[in-house]
């Protein structure tokens, strides 16, 4: 059964850093594009970041390029997202997920950046 847990949410002042994580098991973590996607109040559902967990590569959304970053720990099965210069329009639900789109996704971290 596929599992993805996310932690590592919470509150923080504008310009403040957090670290994502994505607990995985269920499936083979390496053949999947990993993602972090998340979603604001009353918006739709964003994509953030990807990560090919086979080369590495890594893509970001415009809105966060520069200022958040995506790792995997193959070992572990493990999703990171670390968030620095936070602003409050990052605010939001933060799910990771195996697909690009996020279909296939945890319960999310709730983020709330506010002073």
């Known amino acids: 059964q596929v599992h993805l847990v996310e932690s590592g949410g919470g509150l923080v002042q504008p310009g403040g850093s957090l670290r994502l994580s994505c607990a995985t098991s269920?499936?083979?973590?390496?053949?999947?594009?990993m993602t972090w996607v998340r979603q604001a109040p009353g918006k739709p559902l964003e994509w953030v970041s990807t990560?090919?967990?086979?080369?590495?590569?890594?893509h970001y959304a415009d809105s966060v390029k520069g200022r958040f970053t995506i790792a995997v720990d193959n070992a572990k099965n493990t999703l990171y997202l670390q968030m620095n210069s936070l602003k409050s329009e990052d605010t939001a639900v933060y799910y990771c997920?195996?697909?690009?789109?996020?279909?296939?996704r945890g319960q999310g971290t709730q983020v709330t950046v506010s002073s």
């Open positions: 997920a195996r697909d690009v789109a996020g279909a296939s």
């Open positions: 269920g499936f083979t973590f390496s053949n999947y594009p």
């Open positions: 990560i090919n967990t086979s080369t590495g590569n890594t």
